[in-house]
């Protein structure tokens, strides 16, 4: 199997965990960077229902040049966060409850629990619920990401970069988990979250090679017989 049929089956398997965890339904894309300026994407249709048939790939202006589907409405984003970020690999866009409602509020993701350790630097809030539908407003969310890992976006919901597929999964379900937790820590009072020294700490751990192959793995196994 070549290169690129290996991340088209690993964009596909992504997309079927995060449907099974809940946290994409009708809408969400995820995207990946190719060799040659090309983008490999989930068309506009719910991810969790994308097939290998389906994956289109585009250029860098978001413009299609393979595959039968249609651009998601929100190529802008990507477009842009991968002009901005060398680094970024992969980006995921979604709508989970939770971090729509951390959103809201305004307060960003803090780290209460260790499943948020990876944002410990700060998920910028970017301030409008208008979809990113134009250049314009894609390179808005993207300077407002600047350099952390997610962003989110008020009323709306999130966007996750990662350099893997792997990566990029455990992100965007420990984003989630860690809005809920945050969530649920509230009505009980004052939290306290994690120092920046202890999430350094735990970062360093997690970021070993292979860290993530446990976890990634058992989510698989959920939606794989």
Known sequence: M???????????LVCKVLQNQGVVDVYGHVSARLPGERILSTPHMPPGKVALRDLIILDTNGKKLEGFGEPNGETAMHVSIYRARPDVQCILHFHPDEVVAVSIAGQGIKVVANCGVHFYRGTPIYDSPVLIRTDQLGDRVAATLGDRNAVL?????GTVV??????????????????????MAASLGSVKTHSQEECEQMVKFHDRPNTNRRYVDYYVSEVVD
């Not at 990662?162 to 945050?182: C, E, M, N, S």
């Open 162 to 183: 990662a350099h893997d597929l792997d990566t990029l999964l455990r992100l965007g379900l420990d984003l989630v988990r860690t809005a809920r937790i945050q969530i």
């Open 153 to 157: 976006l008020r009323g709306h919901g």
């Open 2 to 12: 070549d290169a690129l049929e290996s991340l088209k089956e690993k964009m596909v």
